[in-house]
């Protein structure tokens, strides 16, 4: 499968701008494309769009490092991310403490960086928009 790529597609329900602030100031993300709902060419079906929803984010992408993410705000308020976890690997214990520590403000720590046999720190939350993240450092090939 040449030229085969996955990206997560998060959908925020209704807080998806906050949850690029957010990411940008804590993980620099960068926003490449934002498109809202009322710039669509279409309209929506009638009773698709939850009311007052036309400035809320239909499309967005945007980085993280390496790799590329894409988001929304879908259709209607609420969201519910359960079953997958982001992984973020950095490259020093002292990043890995900085995003952690941003990344549970308001969440919820599952397992706070501790050291590992695999990694000199790793940990796990769920941040105040109900991403799961794991924080990982790359362990030094020897």
């Not at 085969?4 to 949850?19: K, N």
């Not at 990344?103 to 790793?122: C, H, I, N, Y």
Request: charged letters at 20%; one cysteine or more; aromatic letters at 10%.
């Amino acid at each position: 499968m040449p030229n085969t790529v996955i990206q997560p597609y998060l959908f925020f329900g209704g807080r998806c701008e906050e949850a690029l602030d957010f990411y940008g100031t804590a993980l620099g993300a960068q926003v490449e494309i934002l498109l809202r709902h009322k710039d669509s060419p279409e309209s929506p079906p009638p009773g698709m769009l939850q009311p007052d929803f036309e400035n809320k984010i239909m499309h967005t992408t945007f980085r993280i490092g390496e790799s590329t993410l894409m988001a929304s705000d879908g259709c209607r308020e609420g969201s519910n991310f359960s079953g997958f976890s982001l992984s973020l690997t950095v490259p020093t214990e002292a990043e890995a403490d900085r995003i952690f520590t941003v990344l549970a403000d308001d969440g919820e720590v599952q397992m706070p960086l501790t050291k590992t046999f695999w990694s000199p720190r790793f940990g796990m939350l769920t941040d105040r928009f109900g991403i799961s993240w794991m924080i990982n450092v790359a362990a030094e090939s020897s």
